[in-house]
């Protein structure tokens, strides 16, 4: 195939791959029932563990995240379950459509898209149903750039209600705050593609004490997503199924570079970045969907289309004259908002790029700040 | 990472990588939901069909070649389905766990390891039964190296009795003929790992008319892998979840080096591969698990393990000395065999430097012929 030209890719995932992870899977392939592939993915799961700040179980699937979140769904619970299921845009909607495809009872809870899950309506719903089993939460939802408010989500379904939580955080794992042990969150899936800085195709999923009682009597169909069986198999370095190799070479240098870098300071960049954006944003006089600072995502930032500029106008026009790439909106947003991908590899200049191509190009398709 | 060495890897999946699919897979990160990528899954999806010599739809999934299988039950069946499931060896008792997880009443079929399944059974079981529903089949059996008989089977299956047939041909497919439409099978499911030679990570499916039918009354649950999620997505170019890109960048190229090679080539190379091995196998005095021919496999030989010898020193001295990875063997057949893997990237000498090296370490392991 024709070599592509590298471009200032700036969709939430997948992120650009530095050079040595590139150059980390172009290792040949192994036996992946033989002793380097044991070494491998055990070093690997430890490192994961750290990035997730947990002592629980930790898998690796070869699936991308949404895999992980069916993972975390179909070993918790069985047909006819009540589960509340938050939403506040495509992703936490995704995971509503999950459960029900396996015959949960969802109680869907919707909030506005551009804001947060309200911790006190969890509350309110909890108290009034105690028949709840699990309460299926988005971490950080992509499609508008908010960040929910886990922690206080966390202290109210195990600390006050001792519910099972089940946590999307495929674009906020290792770029945003998650300490899964002391928020005791029971299942938390990401994928390769966000934080990870590798290519799409490996998820992992973080897997609690209670997460493994709860599977026991969990009745939903699982084979290829059945974590006992990847359990098992990584007692003896392997997994179930043959592992995406490739990805996981890239897996063990990307993991080297995040705890080299020392994940306060991936947290501390991430949060610079986010901000950078924000403010950059505010300064070409474009409007964010997310304007409340509690909230914003420090991964995406959503910003509205103005008012008589032709969204596809814009991106086209960034990508072939500025080989810049953004992101459209997602479900009822999509032509209203258009998404800056800041996660995983990027620094500041990657942003800079982006609003000096912006202050070009937003006069140019009708922009008049 | 430190670099590994590349070894003569004679496991039957995942094959050594040609450098210049290695090449394309370094390619950088695109927006899966851009022209880029709507171009690459389009081409290779077209090109796909022609390997599996089908005009059925065609569909790629990032999982393993379990995945694609599940997605072949699930897309089909509805829990307490009677279907027939024959199997000799070890992923042929896979398919059968696989659709009893999801609720299958599964007529399960046993044949002797390292045999054929017998066409005439099958036939007999169709019609004590009238309301089996599918028959699920495995083509190429990696555990013990045989070729099942599928052309006589699909004729019954399909020709005699009109039911479902549901192939697993994750070890054959693109290195022995499976004439998808000539045979008319409704799903066949193959991975990335085999006859592609590229990493594992992606699967891909093929989808007859009539299986789209049996899928609008399907009531096994789906979401990750439901194909009709796949097949809409697939009509704007795009997969409903962030796909495998440096794989499907590595597909790409595969394709185009299968096609150039033209495939009846590339079956000519498998069957001469085939025989070069049997035959190597049976001049060093060793016995085949499966001594006719008419069944034995192009793509995995397993060979007996000598009385006195002890498999895992055999293995352990070809690669730590001879730089050969051979795979032992797998369920009830785990320490009787050992494996030799050719298909996908191989030629004449990758064998030849396995019989060297098998004549060099077995009378170091107690092989007295």
């Not at 990870?196 to 599977?215: D, K």
Request: charged share 25%; glycine share 8%; with cysteine.
């Amino acid at each position: 195939m024709k070599r592509m030209t590298p471009q200032n890719l700036r969709t939430p995932g997948p992120t650009p791959i530095p050079d040595d992870i590139v150059e980390a899977m172009t290792n040949p392939m192994i036996n992946h029932r033989g002793p380097e592939f044991a070494a491998l993915i055990k070093k690997s799961t430890e490192q994961l563990k750290q990035v997730f700040m947990t002592k629980n179980d930790l898998l690796i699937l070869t699936a991308s995240g949404t895999g992980a979140l069916e993972a975390s769904i179909v070993n918790t619970l069985s047909p006819g379950d009540r589960v509340i299921a938050a939403t506040a845009g495509a992703f936490g909607d995704r995971f509503v459509d999950m459960a029900e495809a396996y015959g949960a009872d969802v109680k869907r809870m919707d909030f506005e898209w551009g804001g947060p899950i309200d911790p006190e309506a969890i509350r309110k719903a909890l108290h009034d149903e105690p028949n709840i089993k699990a309460v299926l939460v988005t971490h950080n939802e992509t499609s508008t750039g908010v960040t929910h408010p886990v922690e206080e989500i966390a202290k109210i379904v195990k600390g006050e209600f001792d519910k099972l939580l089940l946590i999307d955080a495929v674009s906020s794992l290792g770029c945003i705050p998650l300490p899964v042990d002391a928020w005791d969150c029971d299942m938390v899936g990401t994928a390769s593609q966000k934080g990870f800085m590798i290519p799409p195709g490996l998820s992992f999923i973080s897997v609690s004490e209670r997460a493994w009682e709860a599977q026991q009597t969990a009745k939903m169909p699982r084979f290829y997503f059945d974590l006992t069986l990847a359990k098992r198999s990584l007692e003896g370095g392997q997994t179930p199924f043959t592992p995406n190799l490739s990805a996981m070479y890239g897996l063990s240098r990307a993991l080297d570079l995040l705890l080299e870098e020392g994940m306060e300071n991936v947290f501390g960049r991430h949060a610079t970045i986010g901000q950078l954006t924000r403010d950059g944003v505010r300064e070409l006089g474009l409007k964010l969907l997310v304007e409340d600072e509690a909230y914003a995502s420090d991964t995406v930032t959503a910003i509205k289309v103005p008012e008589g500029v032709d969204q596809k106008a814009l991106m086209g026009k960034m990508r072939t004259e500025h080989n810049v790439v953004l992101a459209g909106g997602q479900g009822k947003l999509t032509a209203d908002i258009f998404r800056i991908g800041h996660l995983g590899s990027v620094d500041k200049s990657d942003i800079t790029e982006v609003m000096d191509a912006l202050r070009v190009v937003l006069p140019e398709v009708g922009f008049d700040p």
